[in-house]
Nanobody, 128 residues
Framework: QVQLVESGGGLVQAGESLRLSCAAS?????????MGWFRQAPGKEREFVAA????????YYADSVKGRFTISRDNAKNTVYLQMNSLKPADTAVYYC????????????????????WGQGTQVTVSS
């Protein structure tokens, strides 16, 4: 079992930055897991944001955040990060961290069904 706890959300103005963290705990270390970030805005479905392969070399991003967001991981700390720059009001959502044990396939990494564990989410609000 893996527990995921997100932090770092908050209220910022458009153009500013935030860094989200996802701390993993439990009997299984996340070093062998694909890690992902998803988000859900009010009245909308949860959508893929970014994913990173267990080794950290391969990453994948939604087109809407490409060039502005960066996903990274520190396996020694069992932590995954999402650096969000040039934030826009459209980025306002609850952001969820996820962990999956399936082999790395970018298409699968964009799907909620590709993940086994989820955090409770952290709110990000971007004002205009």
């Amino acid at each position: 079992q893996v527990q995921l706890v997100e932090s770092g959300g908050g209220l910022v103005q458009a153009g500013e930055s935030l860094r989200l963290s996802c701390a993993a705990s439990g009997r299984t270390f996340i070093s062998s897991y694909t890690m992902g970030w998803f988000r859900q805005a009010p009245g909308k479905e949860r959508e893929f944001v970014a994913a990173i392969k267990f080794g950290g070399i391969s990453t994948y991003y939604a087109d809407s955040v490409k060039g502005r967001f960066t996903i990274s991981r520190d396996n020694a700390k069992n932590t995954v990060y999402l650096q969000m720059n040039s934030l826009k009001p459209a980025d306002t959502a609850v952001y969820y961290c996820s962990a999956g044990s399936r082999p790395w396939i970018p298409h699968i990494a964009t799907m909620q069904a590709g993940y086994d564990y989820w955090g409770q989410g952290t709110q990000v609000t971007v004002s205009s």
